[in-house]
């Protein structure tokens, strides 16, 4: 979506990096070998760059964004991973998506029968507060399914943090993807799944949901 078409090849190595820095993520038992990916991916990125770039006014433009697209979906998706490794992965990776789908699903019928107040409307039109006040509610009710389905250790305290942290953190990271197409311009982010606005439109709200059910997993549920 940011670089422009010239950039293809420094594109397609992006790529290939963000793959490498999710598998050193995911599969590397030391932490410090996943700091140094991090660190030689951008140091490799920022020298192609100094060698190849078009116009001294763009190749700052062009470099930061590159960097952050590593940030922002293999180093934010790589949580998925993480999470799965925990014990209990598969059930908390199963909280994640309920707690999310629920939360979409909530929102968008509570915001078709009784949106009126629009929520940011420079970002996503179409978006309530009233929809995301029944997002938040669909989340917690997704959080006390997960419960009784899947992790029943959980206690009630955790179902309302887990359902309105998370419901709260996969609707901010649908309107980060929505602030960065309105940036770029474009309509969709991908055509891999026509009418739906692309990959990136089907992960936008776990890009955020997994990374914070992570670390509330590693630090607060015992």
Known sequence: MALPRERRGEA????ALGVILAATTLFCPH???GQGTLVAVVLALTILFLFRYRTLESV???LALTVFGLCYVPLLLGHAGLLRQLEQGREWVFLVLLIVMVSDSLAYFVGMALGRHRLYEAISPKKSIEGALGGLAGGVLGALAAKHWVLPQLQGGDVLLLGIGVGAFSQIGDLVESMLKRSFGVKDAGTLFPGHGGLLDRLDSLLFA?????YYAMWFVK
Not at 210 to 214: C, D, G, L, V
């Open 12 to 15: 397609l190595l992006a790529v």
């Open 31 to 33: 932490p410090q070998v």
């Open 60 to 62: 700052g433009r062009d």
């Open 210 to 214: 997994f990374p914070a059910t992570y």
